[in-house]
């Protein structure tokens, strides 16, 4: 069997070519769209300050607790795309079809955060001091990337994407405001998209490396963070998010880890190596841990929610 290679410099150039075919192709699937056309301005009005306005309140917001507070995490993870901009920059390049798909991605990101911070402070959905110094907080800490090789970054931002879709996607779902639904139903599409370029690149890569693919598709499911994860107090907020049902385990298995996998033909491929064979064993034994860990979630999550209502009765 060949000897796979994993150096930075060949799996760039040899990637590049796949990477010029789906950059076109997205640049052919995506639709424009403008963030203020999904911001309802005629609510807006001057906060308190040099301005003169009304100081915020929290019986201004019309969301939910924890639609605000899912709509604040989405929208401080967007934050921080100078240093995911930094990251993929440093790592794919800023030439050629590498860097074209950098830049485009970056551009296609940054509306993301201008449109839902729009959304929440012309609605006065949230403090908007305690925004801003969650901001300043969240970016002075930046972001590393947790799998800084080529093959191990292709497999977090085709699990990652997904998982950021779904995010956006529920969480406009459970806002209760149309304006809000359409808003991340935009930013989810955009997502997919991403999702969908990178995991062709995941793909191609397989064709070319299956063994190391196989071990960093492995490395990734079994450490798997949002990028969000720095977020101060992230812990705390993720489990109200899970227990709204926007984001769980079972979510993550179910709609996000198992389709990758599945799209990739993870567990069918064949041609692997003895070593290359124990990982996917490996991956297989992660995945059945993973899904009784979401059934554990689902089954407290249920006799929680029984226990609330036993005491509203």
């Not at 955009?190 to 693919?213: G, I, K």
């Not at 599945?262 to 899904?291: F, P």
Request: net charge negative; with cysteine; hydrophobic share 40%.
């Amino acid at each position: 069997m060949t000897t796979e290679t994993t150096d930075t410099l060949v799996l760039l150039r040899e990637l590049e070519p796949v990477v010029e075919t789906n950059l076109n192709r997205h640049l052919a699937t995506a639709k424009e769209w403008f963030p203020h056309e999904f911001v309802p301005w005629s609510q807006g009005s001057d906060f308190d300050g040099p301005l003169g306005g009304q100081a915020w309140d929290p019986s201004q917001s019309k969301l939910s607790e924890v639609a605000r507070t899912s709509l604040i995490v989405n929208l401080l993870t967007e934050d921080n795309l100078p240093s995911y901009h930094h990251e993929i920059a440093t790592l794919y390049g800023r030439d050629g079809a590498w860097g074209t798909w950098v830049h485009r991605w970056t551009a296609e990101e940054g509306r993301h955060g201008t449109a839902i911070r729009d959304y929440l402070l012309t609605t006065r959905a949230v403090d908007p001091i305690a925004l801003e110094r969650a901001r300043m907080t969240h970016m002075e800490a930046g972001y590393t990337a947790d799998h800084p090789d080529v093959l191990g970054s292709l497999a977090y931002v085709s699990f990652q994407e997904l998982a950021t879709r779904v995010a956006h996607r529920n969480t406009g779902r459970v806002s209760g405001d149309p304006i809000c639904d359409a808003l991340l139903a935009k930013v989810a599409n955009d997502e997919n998209l991403h999702m969908l370029f990178y995991r062709n690149l995941l793909t191609a890569a397989f064709e070319l490396v299956p063994n190391a693919a196989m071990e960093a598709i492995l490395r990734v499911v079994k450490a798997f963070q949002m990028p969000g994860h720095t977020i101060e107090n992230f812990g705390r907020k993720s489990v109200q998010i899970a227990m709204a049902g926007i984001y769980d385990l079972r979510i993550h298995h179910d709609e996000v880890v198992m389709p990758v996998l599945r799209q990739l033909k993870v567990l069918e491929r064949t041609g692997l190596s003895a070593e290359g064979e124990r990982t996917r064993e490996e991956l297989v034994e992660v995945l059945t841990k993973l899904n009784t860990a979401a059934s554990r979630f689902e089954d407290k999550r249920a006799a929680h929610q029984a226990r609330a209502a036993a005491r509203t009765a």
